[in-house]
Each structure stands twice: as C-alpha cells, then as structure tokens.
C-alpha cells in the first residue's frame, strides 16, 4: 500500500474515530442528565425545560404552588406573604410574579418596568406547558408557571422567573450550527494536513524515486534539488552526494579504461619500433646487405644499440608499474641532505664534466636538514632529473644548478638547467607515464617517457610533491620536496609537522 493511501486511511479514521467519540460522549452525558433515551433528540430543550431554576428556587415554588392547590389560592392575594416570598426568591438570584386575570398583581419593583404581562405566556388552565423559557428585549429568562383560579373566579398564574444568560440562549438556537461548524473544521483541519503532508513527504519521495530511476539507467549528469527540510531533506542531500560519489567514480573508472588503452598501445608501439629495426637488420644480414665487415659491424652495433635500449625500456616499466601497484619497498634512511646530495652530484659531475655541463651545487650552510628518505630511489629521481637536462640541452653554455631550500616541514630541492625548457601546453603532462613534449619524439633524445613519472612515484611514495617551472627556450626547473625530520629525546627519528 502507498504511503498516500495509508495516510489516507489514517487520516480517515482518526477523523471517524474523533466523530464516534464525540457522538458517544454526547449520548452519554445525554442519558446521564435527562435519564431519558427517547428524548435525546430533544436533548437540550428538555435540558433547559426540567432544568430552568435551582433547587432552593425549585422547593419555593413548589411551597406556592401547594398553596393555589391545597390551601386557598387568595392567600396569593396578600401582599405581606408575596414579598416574603419574594424576598426567599430573590437571595437565590429568582423573582415572583403573580398574574390575576391579564394584568400583574405582583412584581418586584425592577420588574414593573420590563412590563412582563406583554411577555409572559398566557394563561392555560390545564397547566400542560408548566416551564419555558422567554426573551424580554435581549434579555433571556427561564421561568416556572402554575395556573389556577382565584376564589373570584379570575384566572390566577404563578410565576417563578430566572434570568439566564443571553449566551446560553444563544448556544441553545445555534448548538446544531455549531456542532456542524466544529465538523467541518475538523474536516478541513485533516484535508488541509493531509495536503501539506502530501507536499511535504510524498511529493519530494516522488521526486527522489524519479532519480533513482534515472541514476539506475545511467543517466548522472543531473542535480537532485533538496525538495524539503527535515529528514527529507537529509535523504535528499544523501542522494545527491551518492550521485556525486557515482558520477565520481564513473569519470574515474572511465580515465582508468583510457589510461590502461593508452598504457598498451604505448607498450606496444615503444617496442615494435625497436623491433622492426632489429628486424631489417638482421634481414639485412641473413640477405647478404651487410657484404662488408665495416657494414656488417654497423648492423651488428645497431642491433646492440636498439636491444640496449629496449632492455632498459622494459627495466623502466617494470620499476614503473612495481612503483605504481607499490610493489617495491622503501627502505627508509634518516639522512643529512647536504651530504647525501653532494654523494649524488658528485657520482654524477664526471659524466657531466665530460658532456661539457657544469653543476653548481652550494650546500645548505644552516642547520643540517635531516630527511628520512629511501637513498636509492631518490638517486634515481635525480638521476632522471639530471638525464633530462642533459638530454634536452641545446645550448653551448650548459648548466645544472641545484639548491635545497629548507622549510618548516619539509625541504624543497631545486634543479634548474638552461636547456630547451617545456612548451606550455606540455608543462602540465610532463610527469605522466609516457609522456614526452612532441619536439623530444625524436632519435637523438629518444627515451619512454617514463623517467619524470618514475620520479613522480618515488617522490610521493616519500610523501612529497614533485614539479616543473619552466620557460619554454630558456631552461627548466624541476622541484621535489621531501619531509624533514627531527630528532626526539631518544634518538629516534620522527617526522616533523607543519601547520600548513
Ligand atoms: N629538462 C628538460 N628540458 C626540456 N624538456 C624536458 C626536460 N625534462 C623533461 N622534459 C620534457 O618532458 C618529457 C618527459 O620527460 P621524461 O623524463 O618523463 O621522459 P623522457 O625523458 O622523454 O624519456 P625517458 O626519461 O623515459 O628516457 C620529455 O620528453 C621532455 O619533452
Ligand atoms: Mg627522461
């Protein structure tokens, strides 16, 4: 069953168990009050009828009404004994008025000017209807009436009047009104909740099943609006995070797929090019095209050349892939930076010197700065660093300068040369695997493209970030940091913490 129909059914009955009650308590109270169950559709005028004075009234008119019966009804005609009477009658809030023949022979003063005989009900001398009610302007009386006969023959009533509130009155002549009033509003109370729950509920629960629809037939390029506050509205910022979160993973399993696409048809075409030169080669052997031993030399250098190179290329994308799947272990030294650097330069100035490259390198002249680093896999970052500078240098005057700038945290070590530098567009790629500037596709540079982004995994695999600043035809800088440590109170070293 829907939510709507289930409120809807609620909504119904509490609505049928609120009339059930209250009509129940209303027949009730009616039994209990009037003791009568045939006379509650007259409910509240026999209510008014039996009930219209107060018991001390009640027991004085009874006194008079004896009196007119039993005893000798123009004893009524003594002044004396009426406001005696109506002295009794009016401490219990009530007043005596007798009537002989049409006119008034006895009223409190305050009466005589309301002029009752206009207004009180005639004379009936089966006294059938013995108690009423009756309106003087806006004024609203109960009264109880008896009618006899004076010793003269004259027509005598006895009146015994109460004045009620106006608002009684009022509540009596307009009581089915109102009760119908009260239903319809509880009525429209519950259509109106019923809607607003409608809104507030269904409609965003309507809304948050159409995108689950719509994100289970793939389609995640939408924003799921939070349609409502509360819980709902949690459900919805839920959703649309889950959305988020999919739509997410989506991109990133799709760059995956054209990364692992772009990773085998480099694979493949790095190693068909040497292979198919390695190949003409020897078919140029096995055809007798090497016919002398300088060319047979030369094809035989060649083959070595390419297979060399091939060797190392796979030697590359092995370390590569071990380092992307983190495969290889770090094994971590804690070390002076200077010292280590200068090692590293040091192996490397010979080859450099020899190239014609000159390399600057002023140590670090502060405090020493201590790195707990993997020293081999840094050496080879380095190592591919500088293979760059010196693979992309085209200018006579051939630098490589390196400096170490200290931090809070963490140090920055900067290699700078002035070589070629990196077109713009290319800066950005620079580090991903296979990636060479387009200018560099060419057999003297040569190479995988598979040296930055080996350096890229050893410097993250410390924890540091790597990266270039470079101008295109004027030089290149490559940086990496790494973390710097401290020693604690024992000796041992422990990674030092930046605020920022
Ligand atoms: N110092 C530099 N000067 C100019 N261009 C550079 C420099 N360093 C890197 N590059 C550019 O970045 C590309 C990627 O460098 P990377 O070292 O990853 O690959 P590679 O040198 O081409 O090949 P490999 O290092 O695998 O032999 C290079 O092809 C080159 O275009
Ligand atoms: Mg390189």
Do not use: C
Request: proline fraction near 4%; charge should be neutral; hydrophobic fraction near 40%.
């Amino acid at each position: 069953m829907s939510i709507r129909l289930k409120l809807l059914f609620s909504y119904t009955g509490t609505l049928l168990i609120t009339i059930l009650i209250f009509v129940a308590t209303t027949f009730f109270i009616t039994v209990a009050v009037t003791g009568d169950m045939k006379s509650i559709k007259q409910f509240y005028k026999i209510h008014y009828a039996l009930n219209p004075l107060s018991p001390e009234v009640e027991s004085l008119f009874m006194e008079l009404k004896y009196i007119t019966k039993n005893d000798n009804p123009d004893r009524l005609l003594d002044r004396a004994l009426l406001a005696d009477y109506d002295n009794k009658l009016r401490i219990a809030q009530a007043t005596l008025i007798i009537r002989k023949g049409p006119s008034i022979y006895y009223a409190s003063p305050p009466w005589k000017t309301l002029q009752p005989e206009t207004h009180l009900p005639e004379y009936d001398a089966g006294n059938i209807q013995i108690r009423g009610t009756f309106n003087i302007a806006d004024r609203f009386f109960s009264y109880a009436k008896y009618d006899f006969v004076f010793g003269d023959q004259s027509p005598g009533s006895v009146f015994v009047l109460r004045e009620r509130s106006p608002f009684a009155e009022l509540t009596r002549k307009l009581l089915p009104l109102l009760i119908s009033i009260l239903f319809v509003l509880l009525l429209l109370a519950n259509v109106l909740l019923y809607a607003f729950i409608t809104r507030s509920i269904i409609v965003p629960l309507q809304k948050l099943k159409q995108s689950a629809d719509r994100i289970r037939e793939g389609n995640l390029d939408f924003r799921i609006e939070p349609a409502a506050g509360g819980e709902i509205g949690q459900l919805s910022t839920a959703f649309e995070e889950m959305r988020k979160q999919l739509n997410h993973s989506l991109e990133l399993q799709q760059q995956y797929e054209e990364n692992r696409k772009e990773l085998l048809s480099n694979i493949s075409h790095d190693l068909k090019t040497p292979i198919s030169s390695i190949k003409g080669y020897i078919e140029g052997i096995r055809d007798g095209v090497a016919n002398t031993p300088e060319k047979m030399n030369k094809y035989v250098n060649t083959i070595f050349g390419k297979t060399v190179a091939m060797d190392r290329l796979i030697d590359e994308l092995f370390l590569y892939s071990k380092l992307d799947l983190k495969k290889v272990p770090f094994h971590f030294e804690k070390l002076d930076l200077n010292r280590f650097l200068t090692d590293v330069l040091e192996e490397q100035r010979f080859d450099l010197e020899a190239q014609g490259f000159q390399l600057y390198y002023a140590p670090w002249q502060g405090e020493p700065v201590e790195v707990l680093i993997d020293p081999e896999k840094v050496r080879r970052a380095i190592s591919n660093i500088i293979d760059n500078s010196v693979k992309f240098m085209d200018k006579a005057d051939k630098r490589i300068v390196v400096r170490v700038e200290p931090g809070e945290g963490d140090v920055t070590v900067r290699l700078t040369d002035n070589g070629s530098g990196i077109p713009a567009e290319a800066a950005a790629h620079i580090f991903d695997r296979f990636y060479r500037a387009e200018s560099s596709r060419n057999s003297r540079t040569g190479g995988s493209g598979l040296g930055l982004a080996i350096a890229r995994q050893v410097i993250e695999g410390h924890g540091g970030t790597i990266g270039a600043d470079s101008v295109y035809g004027q030089g290149t800088t490559i940086y990496f940091t790494l973390k710097r440590t401290i020693l604690s109170g024992n000796g041992e070293a422990y990674e030092k913490h930046t605020d920022h």
